[in-house]
């Protein structure tokens, strides 16, 4: 059993044996006293969530529309997906690029949508179809040693445009952050390995885009990791291969907007 998949049977464990002490049968071998014990562990979890003011709701819609989007689009050649998606093309062997979708058109009654992409390493949008995307694979969280763990491509593409920002207005007389070089390194190079691009046209990329914004209009790298926990877990529950076990915690995702590429 996969590391995280043993990680929840064990947390499973450890309520049962809180609240209902030794049942008949337990939930690794009984799927009726399975299924009655995670209900309500979900159902729990979200009460100590709106307790202590986490945002429980759009946790739940992402896992709502995780699952809408990969059945739609394995079911449906025209499924539309949602502004800033993350897809890859159907035929990924012959075109490995990875993106996000900036922009959406219909072309008319009962016709296809068409789709524009921002790939990270790649400057000029790519425009293509709904029909030739699928949902993309995700990219496996990164520990950082500046930000904790990053958890998506999107949030990975955030993350570093914060990094460059913070580098470019930082004026620290300590000399350069090594611990941040190394961070922005294996971050770029995680994200061009998932955008099919390399790391230094990620870099160039991201950097021409940190230039259009001053230090406050950016949010920190922290809360770019954090803000992409949600999907983590909403890739797992629409059956993505699961993902190494971190001891990292995410810090509340702040309220507000903040600017998009585009």
Known sequence: ????????????DAYQRHLFGDLANGHRTDHAEAQGLLHSLVADLI?????????????????IQARIDRGGA???PRYSFRIHTEVQFRD????????????????????????????????????????????????????????????S????????ISMLIHQ??????????????????????????????TS??????????????????WPSAARCAAAAFPNDIAADLAREPPAPPTTAHPAPRRSGSRPHLT
Request: charged share 20%.
């Open 1 to 12: 059993m996969p590391d995280r998949m043993e990680a929840a049977a064990l947390a499973l």
């Open 47 to 63: 009460r100590y969530g709106e307790g202590n003011r986490l945002n429980v709701a759009e946790l739940l819609d992402a896992l």
């Open 74 to 76: 394995l079911t449906n």
């Open 92 to 151: 990924h062997d012959s075109d490995p690029q990875r993106g996000f979708i900036t922009e959406l058109k219909s072309t008319g009654p009962g016709s296809g949508t068409d789709c524009t992409l921002r790939i990270p390493g790649i400057s000029e949008p790519r425009h293509t179809t709904a029909a030739e995307l699928q949902p993309a694979t995700r990219m496996t969280p990164i520990p950082t040693r500046t930000v904790g763990t990053v958890f």
């Open 153 to 160: 491509a999107q949030a990975a593409e955030q993350t570093l």
């Open 168 to 197: 470019r207005t930082s004026h620290d007389t300590a000399g350069p952050d090594e611990r941040l070089h190394a961070d922005l390194a294996e971050l770029s190079t995680a994200l061009a390995a998932w955008s099919g691009t």
């Open 200 to 217: 230094e046209q990620v870099l160039h990329h991201l950097r021409a885009h940190g230039e259009q914004y001053a230090a406050d209009d």
